[in-house]
Protein backbone atom coordinates (compact mmCIF):
# COMPACT_ATOMS: atom_id res chain seq x y z
CA UNK A 1 0.00 0.00 0.00
CA UNK A 2 0.85 3.32 -0.87
CA UNK A 3 2.36 5.78 1.59
CA UNK A 4 1.18 9.10 1.62
CA UNK A 5 2.84 12.02 2.85
CA UNK A 6 2.38 15.65 4.50
CA UNK A 7 4.11 18.31 6.40
CA UNK A 8 3.48 17.56 9.99
CA UNK A 9 3.04 21.16 11.00
CA UNK A 10 2.61 24.60 9.38
CA UNK A 11 2.26 28.14 10.49
CA UNK A 12 1.17 31.21 8.52
CA UNK A 13 0.34 34.60 9.90
CA UNK A 14 -3.01 36.13 9.78
CA UNK A 15 -3.80 37.59 6.50
CA UNK A 16 -0.71 35.25 5.01
CA UNK A 17 -0.09 32.37 2.48
CA UNK A 18 0.44 28.76 3.27
CA UNK A 19 0.92 25.88 0.83
CA UNK A 20 0.64 22.54 2.31
CA UNK A 21 1.16 19.81 -0.21
CA UNK A 22 0.08 15.58 -0.13
CA UNK A 23 2.68 13.30 -1.91
CA UNK A 24 2.74 9.79 -2.30
CA UNK A 25 5.45 6.78 -2.01
CA UNK A 26 4.20 5.97 -5.63
CA UNK A 27 5.45 8.57 -7.74
CA UNK A 28 3.91 11.82 -9.11
CA UNK A 29 0.29 12.20 -8.01
CA UNK A 30 -2.19 13.08 -10.63
CA UNK A 31 -5.88 13.29 -11.48
CA UNK A 32 -6.29 9.78 -11.21
CA UNK A 33 -5.85 9.75 -8.13
CA UNK A 34 -8.83 11.99 -7.37
CA UNK A 35 -7.05 14.02 -4.86
CA UNK A 36 -9.56 15.63 -1.57
CA UNK A 37 -8.41 17.67 0.71
CA UNK A 38 -10.36 18.29 4.00
CA UNK A 39 -10.30 20.22 7.26
CA UNK A 40 -10.64 18.97 10.74
CA UNK A 41 -11.39 20.46 13.75
CA UNK A 42 -11.02 19.30 17.27
CA UNK A 43 -13.96 17.28 18.08
CA UNK A 44 -15.65 17.52 14.84
CA UNK A 45 -15.83 15.43 11.79
CA UNK A 46 -13.48 16.12 8.77
CA UNK A 47 -15.16 18.58 6.31
CA UNK A 48 -14.44 18.14 2.62
CA UNK A 49 -12.77 21.32 0.98
CA UNK A 50 -11.27 20.56 -1.89
CA UNK A 51 -12.57 17.40 -4.20
CA UNK A 52 -10.85 15.58 -7.56
CA UNK A 53 -7.89 18.43 -7.00
CA UNK A 54 -9.47 21.68 -7.70
CA UNK A 55 -13.32 21.84 -7.17
CA UNK A 56 -14.15 23.10 -3.83
CA UNK A 57 -17.65 22.86 -2.34
CA UNK A 58 -19.49 25.79 -1.97
CA UNK A 59 -19.10 26.31 1.89
CA UNK A 60 -15.87 26.76 1.12
CA UNK A 61 -14.55 30.15 1.29
CA UNK A 62 -12.18 31.62 -1.63
CA UNK A 63 -9.14 31.66 0.01
CA UNK A 64 -8.81 28.04 -0.29
CA UNK A 65 -7.46 26.65 -3.75
CA UNK A 66 -6.28 23.41 -4.79
CA UNK A 67 -3.55 22.49 -7.65
CA UNK A 68 -0.94 20.52 -8.73
CA UNK A 69 3.01 21.53 -7.42
CA UNK A 70 6.13 19.52 -8.42
CA UNK A 71 4.50 15.81 -8.40
CA UNK A 72 2.45 16.25 -5.50
CA UNK A 73 -1.26 18.01 -5.30
CA UNK A 74 -1.52 21.21 -2.99
CA UNK A 75 -3.82 23.12 -1.03
CA UNK A 76 -3.05 26.72 -1.09
CA UNK A 77 -4.70 29.24 1.65
CA UNK A 78 -4.25 32.74 0.97
CA UNK A 79 -5.08 35.18 3.53
CA UNK A 80 -5.59 33.01 6.36
CA UNK A 81 -8.07 33.75 9.16
CA UNK A 82 -7.74 32.34 12.85
CA UNK A 83 -10.76 30.43 11.98
CA UNK A 84 -8.27 27.98 9.34
CA UNK A 85 -6.43 26.58 12.31
CA UNK A 86 -7.29 23.54 12.20
CA UNK A 87 -5.96 19.98 10.87
CA UNK A 88 -5.85 19.57 6.79
CA UNK A 89 -5.49 15.72 5.25
CA UNK A 90 -5.16 14.72 2.26
CA UNK A 91 -7.21 11.63 0.33
CA UNK A 92 -6.28 9.79 -2.93
CA UNK A 93 -7.23 7.17 -4.38
CA UNK A 94 -5.26 4.09 -5.56
CA UNK A 95 -7.49 1.92 -7.91
CA UNK A 96 -10.27 1.45 -5.68
CA UNK A 97 -9.00 2.17 -2.36
CA UNK A 98 -8.40 4.96 -0.13
CA UNK A 99 -5.37 6.31 1.57
CA UNK A 100 -4.64 9.01 3.65
CA UNK A 101 -2.02 11.60 4.60
CA UNK A 102 -0.43 11.66 7.70
CA UNK A 103 -2.22 15.18 7.98
CA UNK A 104 -0.53 18.77 8.65
CA UNK A 105 -1.98 20.53 11.56
CA UNK A 106 -1.81 24.09 10.42
CA UNK A 107 -1.21 27.47 13.06
CA UNK A 108 -2.47 30.76 12.51
CA UNK A 109 -0.35 33.05 14.51
CA UNK B 1 -30.69 17.00 3.78
CA UNK B 2 -28.48 14.16 3.79
CA UNK B 3 -28.11 12.62 6.58
CA UNK B 4 -25.76 10.32 8.72
CA UNK B 5 -26.98 9.18 12.15
CA UNK B 6 -24.44 6.98 13.99
CA UNK B 7 -24.79 4.33 16.90
CA UNK B 8 -23.74 5.00 20.44
CA UNK B 9 -20.24 4.86 22.14
CA UNK B 10 -19.22 1.21 22.78
CA UNK B 11 -16.60 -0.37 25.17
CA UNK B 12 -15.71 -3.52 24.30
CA UNK B 13 -12.70 -6.11 25.94
CA UNK B 14 -10.06 -7.44 23.96
CA UNK B 15 -10.73 -10.08 21.45
CA UNK B 16 -14.49 -8.84 21.16
CA UNK B 17 -16.19 -7.65 18.19
CA UNK B 18 -18.04 -4.26 17.92
CA UNK B 19 -20.89 -3.72 14.72
CA UNK B 20 -21.00 0.10 14.08
CA UNK B 21 -24.45 1.39 12.33
CA UNK B 22 -25.01 4.46 10.43
CA UNK B 23 -28.12 5.67 9.61
CA UNK B 24 -29.25 7.32 6.18
CA UNK B 25 -31.64 9.65 5.31
CA UNK B 26 -32.45 12.57 2.97
CA UNK B 27 -31.50 10.51 0.01
CA UNK B 28 -31.85 7.14 -2.26
CA UNK B 29 -29.84 4.93 -0.06
CA UNK B 30 -28.88 2.50 -2.94
CA UNK B 31 -28.21 4.83 -5.16
CA UNK B 32 -24.36 6.02 -3.40
CA UNK B 33 -21.22 3.96 -1.49
CA UNK B 34 -20.58 4.34 2.45
CA UNK B 35 -17.13 4.72 3.97
CA UNK B 36 -15.79 3.71 7.12
CA UNK B 37 -13.01 5.75 8.08
CA UNK B 38 -11.39 5.64 11.78
CA UNK B 39 -9.28 8.20 14.14
CA UNK B 40 -7.15 6.46 16.76
CA UNK B 41 -6.75 9.37 19.57
CA UNK B 42 -4.72 12.18 19.20
CA UNK B 43 -4.02 10.47 15.43
CA UNK B 44 -4.82 10.92 12.08
CA UNK B 45 -7.62 9.65 9.68
CA UNK B 46 -7.75 6.09 8.51
CA UNK B 47 -9.80 5.00 5.83
CA UNK B 48 -11.56 0.91 6.41
CA UNK B 49 -12.74 0.33 3.56
CA UNK B 50 -16.28 0.91 1.61
CA UNK B 51 -19.85 -1.00 0.39
CA UNK B 52 -22.02 -0.53 -2.39
CA UNK B 53 -25.22 -0.66 -1.37
CA UNK B 54 -26.72 -1.59 -5.14
CA UNK B 55 -25.28 -4.40 -5.42
CA UNK B 56 -23.76 -4.88 -1.51
CA UNK B 57 -20.47 -5.25 -2.57
CA UNK B 58 -17.76 -4.43 -0.36
CA UNK B 59 -14.04 -3.32 -0.65
CA UNK B 60 -11.74 -3.42 2.24
CA UNK B 61 -8.42 -1.86 3.26
CA UNK B 62 -5.86 -4.44 2.68
CA UNK B 63 -5.00 -3.96 6.79
CA UNK B 64 -8.32 -4.84 8.01
CA UNK B 65 -8.84 -7.91 5.44
CA UNK B 66 -10.15 -10.88 7.45
CA UNK B 67 -11.41 -8.67 10.47
CA UNK B 68 -13.84 -6.30 8.67
CA UNK B 69 -17.09 -6.85 7.43
CA UNK B 70 -19.47 -4.12 5.96
CA UNK B 71 -23.37 -4.53 5.17
CA UNK B 72 -26.11 -2.87 4.05
CA UNK B 73 -29.64 -2.91 4.51
CA UNK B 74 -31.74 -1.31 2.39
CA UNK B 75 -35.12 -1.95 4.60
CA UNK B 76 -34.04 0.48 7.12
CA UNK B 77 -31.48 2.23 5.16
CA UNK B 78 -28.41 1.78 7.56
CA UNK B 79 -25.24 1.00 6.86
CA UNK B 80 -22.98 -1.25 9.44
CA UNK B 81 -19.28 -2.34 10.31
CA UNK B 82 -18.23 -5.05 12.31
CA UNK B 83 -14.80 -5.29 13.30
CA UNK B 84 -13.80 -8.16 15.09
CA UNK B 85 -10.71 -9.61 17.01
CA UNK B 86 -10.22 -6.08 18.70
CA UNK B 87 -7.32 -5.05 20.06
CA UNK B 88 -6.14 -1.36 22.13
CA UNK B 89 -5.09 0.00 19.50
CA UNK B 90 -8.51 -0.19 17.65
CA UNK B 91 -10.02 2.33 20.14
CA UNK B 92 -10.73 4.96 17.82
CA UNK B 93 -13.60 7.33 16.83
CA UNK B 94 -15.25 5.47 13.83
CA UNK B 95 -16.98 7.79 11.05
CA UNK B 96 -19.49 6.45 8.33
CA UNK B 97 -19.72 9.06 5.04
CA UNK B 98 -21.20 9.26 1.97
CA UNK B 99 -19.22 8.22 -1.13
CA UNK B 100 -20.10 8.37 -5.07
CA UNK B 101 -22.83 7.07 -7.37
CA UNK B 102 -23.26 3.07 -7.42
CA UNK B 103 -25.09 3.64 -10.94
CA UNK B 104 -23.92 7.53 -11.88
CA UNK B 105 -20.99 8.56 -10.70
CA UNK B 106 -21.24 11.87 -8.26
CA UNK B 107 -17.76 13.19 -7.42
CA UNK B 108 -19.81 15.70 -5.72
CA UNK B 109 -21.47 13.74 -3.30
CA UNK B 110 -18.26 11.70 -2.23
CA UNK B 111 -16.88 12.08 1.58
CA UNK B 112 -19.53 15.33 1.45
CA UNK B 113 -21.53 14.39 4.14
CA UNK B 114 -20.23 12.38 7.28
CA UNK B 115 -21.66 10.87 10.61
CA UNK B 116 -21.43 12.35 13.73
CA UNK B 117 -18.91 9.82 14.53
CA UNK B 118 -18.79 6.85 17.19
CA UNK B 119 -16.16 6.09 20.19
CA UNK B 120 -15.18 2.61 20.20
CA UNK B 121 -12.89 1.83 23.62
CA UNK B 122 -11.13 -1.47 23.80
CA UNK B 123 -10.23 -2.25 27.02
CA UNK B 124 -9.71 -4.55 29.46
Known amino acids: QAVVTQEPSLTVSPGGTVTLTCGSSAGVVTSGHLPYWFQQRPGQAPRTLIY???NKHSWVPARFSGSFLGGKVALTLSGAQPEDEADYYC?????????FGGGTKLTVL | QVQLVQSGAEVKQPGASVMVSCKAS????????IHWVRQAPGQGLEWLGW????????RYAQKFHGRVTMTGDRSITTASMELSSLRSDDTAVYYC?????????????????WGQGTLVTVSS
Open chain 1, 91 to 99: LLHYGGDWV
Open chain 2, 97 to 113: ARGSGTVVPAPVARFQS
Open chain 2, 51 to 58: INLNDGAP
Open chain 2, 26 to 33: GYIFSDYY
Open chain 1, 52 to 54: ETF
